[in-house]
């Protein structure tokens, strides 16, 4: 069927994969730069993989319901540094929203970066905290909204392997790794530059 499927088809299909492979490497330098930094907040994932799992087997996505902690820390990772802070899209027939009048063909920018930093949904949004998932009573709230991943009908397509795939490295690498900052010549510990680029693609 592959074969014989037409150029654009075969494009869309692959589409997927290729968010992903662009996008994993800077996510993942969000993750360890936030672990380095955050060793409470590692140690307290590791502690929830170790006493729900053990140290037997690895971590796998049946066992994603019994590691809340885990993620609520998967979905800091996302909020906290989104990697595609814009979301660039066009009209495709006039529409009216909130009063404004917007034309056929007008650019639309979905500011992701400033949806994430919402005081009322996330207070203190610059730090990293993945206990603000939880409700007052510890338990893990129903919210698992990502915007990293678009939102609307042009949500990214391939969201749900990028969400396995990302949560599944997090989840493997907290329970064989201990991720710290690096020492020098002295054993004293290297600071990390916390300074972002700039651009469609934001990583450390």
């Known amino acids: 069927m592959v074969t014989t499927m037409k150029p654009q088809f075969k494009k869309w299909l692959l589409l997927p994969m290729e968010l992903v ?34 140290t037997h087997r690895l971590p ?12 609520a820390l998967y979905r800091e990772v996302m909020r906290w540094k989104p ?4 979301a660039v899209h066009a009209t495709t027939a006039d529409d009216v929203y909130d009063g404004y009048f917007i034309p056929k063909g007008t ?4 500011n992701i970066w400033a949806m994430t930093r919402d005081e009322s949904l996330y207070p ?16 893990l709230n129903d919210d698992d909204t990502v915007l ?27 329970s064989t790794f201990n991720i710290a900052k690096a020492k020098d010549a002295t054993g004293n510990e290297i600071d990390i530059d916390p300074d972002y680029s700039d651009g469609l693609v934001s990583h450390p």
């Open 21 to 54: 492979r662009i996008l994993l490497p800077p996510l993942l330098l969000h993750f360890f730069f936030a672990m380095a930094v955050h060793p409470d907040v590692q140690k307290k994932a590791q502690t929830e993989i170790d006493t729900v799992i053990g």
């Open 60 to 71: 796998g996505f049946e066992d994603r319901p019994s590691l809340p902690y885990i993620e």
């Open 83 to 86: 990697v595609g802070s814009l």
């Open 107 to 110: 650019t639309v920018i979905g």
């Open 124 to 139: 203190e949004p610059e730090r990293f905290n993945p206990d603000r998932y939880f409700t007052a009573e510890g338990k």
């Open 148 to 174: 990293a991943f678009g939102f609307g009908r042009r949500i990214c397509v391939g969201r749900h392997f990028a969400d396995a795939t990302i949560w599944g490295t997090i989840v493997s690498v907290l």
